[in-house]
């Protein structure tokens, strides 16, 4: 006798989805509906195989507890939130998922408004359920949902009770045959998390409707048709359309909708009994000449990645979060977005249509979590096996019908990090033949054989530059090369915004600007995923992966984005901005060249001002006339004659708003360029004084400076206590250098013990003018070393110390940092300088930072990343000041330029933390002046520190001048 095979229980199943109706668009029309949003009771359990008893209508629920929908159940205290990057966090045995199945039941009761047509049909719809559903009205059972961020809609028209109580119930299971496939970079979060919605669909009403707006760019033209079942008519009145539905209507003129004029005409789809209205937006989408264009004109992507996230809601985001990340995309100079890795909330595309965001809409698809038995049997995969063939090609059926009406969303994209497979090419297939007008993207199955785009992620700039002369390593197969060498080619991903990072951006903005076929790319990501926690003393921070007990967690590879989880903006964002200017100027002698590089728009929405400025103070301002300047075109202007000045002076242009927009008010800067006016004057060759060292019983004195007799080192100057200045090259890791790096530097930085230098005075030798202190600085167990030299010289305004570094053996590995420690009183916490700011930078990281007078409180100066690392360093420092609150203090002033960090803490208790509210005050301000830091790259998932950034070992030499302020 055979044995049958076990039936699998719903959730296990590998297409478990039933009872739903066809998918189909998104929109909000006339007809009723209802939000079944709020209050449901709820009951948790640790497992899935339970009795349906939450079904039936007098099932006594008031014993259970209340969860509010929209949401997830681990961030009200059921279970807990679970990080991952790529593995699942339960054993890999597709489609079972562990008998340990965290699953909540929802109960609520409702009725039917009075109002309510009775012959007309009545839909239930969820946006979002995670991860896999069953649902019930009135103890009868409608079906099950898969497809963790996709809608899915029942008729109950024939079950709902129109003039009593009606009672929905819904079970919930975390994990499913789905997670298989949405293992997706992000907190694994369940329940009810999008809208849920009872919709009136009056009969000869509008259930579905598919809007085609193309633009002929040689002819102005549009060719407007929307096409639906119903017997339906279509009002433009601002084009004089009044047609019925299904015909091609051509309007001879119309302004085409573009991410940077996102002109939308308002019209109303309408039948006898519902009305829709529409936002129309006419633009077509081609590949011309192996060049993706929109409306004609090549599109250069400057992107993000955006996952959906709040850190007290999670994946439950509403209308007011949505508007704040593209106003902030906006105001960034960011002109699109990949919804990675599944569509988001239906509202945010209809509201990239208003702002104006390029949008690659991406399947809910990815089976990362594959990748640690390298796809072998690749059949094993979702991607290539057949028996998820049809859930796979329903989810992308899904998306696409209900974001297809979106003129924001120009490319489809297959998912993420699947690995290659088939099931692609099914995907590929029913895309194509439902929706031609956009191109398709996906990106780990390099051959590129299903879709229309050659996609990479983290390609280093030599890979980018080979793809951009068409020179990248060919594929086996002569004819899928051939048609790959003939796409436009993306980053995916590329940028790892994560902690301290990126760096490098600018190196790959210019190659594509440089090379056609590059065209941009979205940088990893928008947002930190960190999780609101407290302390139990009441302090609050952002959770990361194994703050929360997971067995398996990827810790703070959460947290790698350009916004903090609050949405305030990081360095890194700033830097972006500066990089993806939409507007590249260029100071001239008496002139200055503007060039526009929009893809498609004039920049006749921009006023030019300028700014000269005297070792940070204006002197002068003024505005700056140009003649039109189409889209890619070049004038140079020219320049007032400017006043003369003594000191250091910088010209600033910038290019702002002329008028207030819906994302920026008039004024808001676009664009800046600056450019040294007149140099600092050369200082005197030698200002130092003679003056005799005084011996004392436990040190010494040059002027009003003491210093100790043992190592030399400097104790107080005047009134002022400080700790000794002396070689410091460690700094706290960031993400990029540490161990999850590409190509990490800490272990090699640590065994080559960088973190635990020692230091050996050879000598205390007097001079004519001061003393030179000459040491050694080591780490232990190997011969290389740092032979340094400290001279101190009393000057005219202070004291000098000339710091000369010269290694010793070979060095095979850059250096953390190169530089000064000291440490001076804590109550010393106000900050000015003239150099780079405002805000921090690094040495492949500064192309935000402008040169200007700044101040600042040693506190804000802390940039709060998530994961504490080395922070808040500014380049370029001409003059430092440190004082307290009544200006008595410390003023540094550079013989040449240098960079500095001040904190409340050391290097090591900054590495040593792992929260920001682990960071406790001292009684110091520690104090780095450095002659450089290694770059910052973008290591932790990505290339590491171009080598014109790296720090090498060599000698080296600063001049500091230190002057107490009284």
């Known amino acids: 006798m055979n044995e049958q095979a076990p039936v699998l229980p719903y959730y296990e199943q590998f297409h478990p989805t039933t009872g739903i109706r066809s998918p189909r668009a998104w929109f909000i029309s006339d007809a009723p509906r209802l939000s079944l949003n709020g209050a449901w009771r709820f009951r948790y359990s640790s497992h899935a195989d339970l009795p349906d008893d939450l079904a039936q209508e007098d099932t006594d629920d008031t014993q259970w507890d209340t969860l509010t929908v929209p949401g997830h159940w681990q961030l009200h205290g059921y279970g807990h939130p679970i990080y991952t990057n790529t593995r699942y ?40 359920i995670d991860s896999c559903a069953k649902v019930w009205l009135n103890g009868t059972e409608l079906g099950v949902i898969a497809g963790s961020r996709l809608p899915a809609e029942f008729d109950v028209s024939d079950v709902i009770k129109r003039d009593g109580t009606n009672v929905v119930a819904v079970r919930v299971h975390q994990w499913s045959s789905g997670t298989y496939l949405e293992d997706q970079d992000m907190w694994w979060l369940s329940g009810i998390f999008r809208d849920v919605t009872l919709l009136s669909r009056p009969a000869g009403g509008i259930d579905d409707f598919s809007v085609t707006a193309a633009y002929d760019h040689e002819t102005s033209a549009g060719i407007l048709r929307i096409d639906t079942s119903a017997d339906a008519r279509i009002q433009v009145p601002e084009l004089g359309v009044d047609a019925p539905a299904g015909e091609a209507i051509v309007i001879a003129d119309v302004d085409p909708w573009s991410a ?5 005409y308002d019209g109303t789809l309408f039948t006898a009994t519902e009305s829709v209205p529409l936002r129309i937006g006419f633009r077509t989408v081609k590949i011309i000449n192996g060049v993706l264009t929109v409306n004609g004109k090549r599109v250069l992507f400057k992107g993000v990645n955006r996952h959906e996230f709040d850190p007290d809601s999670g994946r439950t985001v509403d209308e007011e979060l949505m508007r704040r990340d593209i106003v902030l995309m906006k105001q960034n100079n960011i002109n699109a977005v990949r919804t990675s890795h599944y569509p988001p909330h239906p509202r945010f595309l209809e509201l990239c249509d208003e702002y104006g965001l390029w949008v690659m809409d991406e399947c809910d698809f990815e089976t990362h979590g594959f990748f640690p038995f390298k796809w072998v049997p690749i059949s094993e995969n979702p991607t290539d096996d057949p028996r998820w063939r049809e859930a796979l090609v329903d989810r992308m059926a899904r998306m696409v019908e209900r974001d297809k009406n979106r003129p924001s969303v120009i490319i489809w994209s297959l998912g993420n990090e699947c690995g290659p497979g088939e099931n692609l090419g099914a995907m590929a ?41 068409g020179e990248e390593a060919p594929l086996a197969d002569a004819a899928l090369d051939a048609r790959r060498q003939a796409m436009p080619f993306i980053l995916c991903e590329y940028g790892h915004a ?36 407290t302390t139990a003393q009441g302090n609050s921070y952002y959770a990361y992966g194994g703050d929360f007990g997971e067995e398996l967690h990827d810790g703070n590879f959460v947290a790698d984005g350009l916004i903090f ?156 206590a400080v700790t000794a200045p002396r070689l410091d090259v460690w700094r706290a890791p960031i993400d990029n250098d540490r161990a999850f790096s590409w190509d990490p530097l800490v272990p090699q930085w640590k065994t080559l013990g960088l973190d635990r230098v020692q230091h050996r005075v050879k000598s205390v030798k007097c001079t004519d003018d001061g003393f030179i202190v000459q040491t050694r600085v080591a780490p232990a167990g190997t011969e290389l070393g740092l032979a340094t030299t400290y001279h101190w010289r009393q000057h005219t305004e202070g004291l000098e110390l000339t710091l000369t570094v010269a290694p010793e053996g070979e060095w095979t590995l850059p250096l953390p940092r190169l530089g000064l420690r000291m440490a001076l009183p804590a109550h010393l916490d106000q900050i000015s300088w003239y150099g780079l700011g405002p805000n921090e930078a690094y040495a492949d990281s500064h192309k935000a930072a402008r040169v200007g ?42 013989g040449d330029h240098f960079s500095f960090t001040a904190r409340k803490w050391t290097s090591e208790e900054l590495e040593a933390a ?24 973008s290591g932790s998932c990505g290339p590491g520190v171009r080598p014109e950034h790296q720090l090498w070992a060599e000698k080296t030499e600063m001049r500091l001048l230190f002057t107490a302020i009284a």
């Open 429 to 469: 297939e029913w895309a194509r033949n439902r929706d031609p007008s956009r191109v398709l993207h996906y990106e780990r199955d390099w051959s590129c054989q299903f879709v229309d785009l050659y996609s990479r992620m983290y390609a280093s700039h030599e890979e980018v530059e080979a793809i951009g002369r």
């Open 853 to 894: 007078s700044f101040r600042s409180t040693v506190d804000a100066l802390q940039t709060p990343y998530v994961f504490p690392q080395e922070n808040g360093s500014r380049l370029g420092t001409r003059m430092l000041t440190i004082t307290d609150t009544h200006g008595r203090g410390l003023r540094v002033t550079g």
């Open 260 to 264: 940077e004029r996102p002109r939308l």
């Open 565 to 720: 989880p609050d949405r305030s903006p990081s360095p890194g964002l700033g830097e972006f901005k500066k990089v993806i200017e939409p507007i590249r100027i260029t100071i001239n002698t008496g002139s200055v060249t503007i060039q526009n590089l929009y893809d498609l728009t004039d920049a006749a929405h921009l006023a030019f001002d300028w700014e000269l400025q005297q070792e940070g103070t204006t002197t002068a301002s003024g505005d700056l006339e140009h003649p039109g300047l189409p889209a890619g075109a070049t004038v140079t202007v020219p320049l007032p004659e400017m006043p003369s000045t003594k000191g250091e002076t910088w010209l600033t242009v910038h290019a702002r708003l002329r008028n207030e927009t819906a994302w920026a008010p008039a004024g808001h800067e676009i664009a800046w360029s600056q450019s040294q006016i007149k140099a600092a004057p050369d200082a005197p060759r030698s200002r130092t004084q003679a003056v005799p060292m005084l011996v004392e019983s436990d040190g010494f004195r040059l002027g009003d400076a003491a210093f100790d007799l043992r190592t030399g080192g400097l104790r107080s100057l005047g009134p002022l």
């Open 89 to 128: 966090p339960f054993p890999v045995d597709p489609p079972h998922v562990p008998d340990d199945n965290p699953t909540g039941d929802y109960r609520r009761s409702f009725r039917v408004p009075s109002e309510w047509n009775t012959s007309d049909g009545i839909v239930l719809r969820f946006d979002g």
């Open 498 to 533: 994560m902690g301290n990072g990126p760096g490098g951006l600018s190196e790959y903005q210019d190659l594509f600007e440089k090379y056609p076929r590059c065209q941009g790319g979205f940088i990893w990501e928008w947002i930190d995923h960190g999780l609101t926690a």
């Open 914 to 937: 792992q929260h920001t509210t682990d960071l406790k005050e001292g009684d110091n301000v520690w104090l780095n002046l450095d002659y450089a830091q290694n770059g910052i790259g």
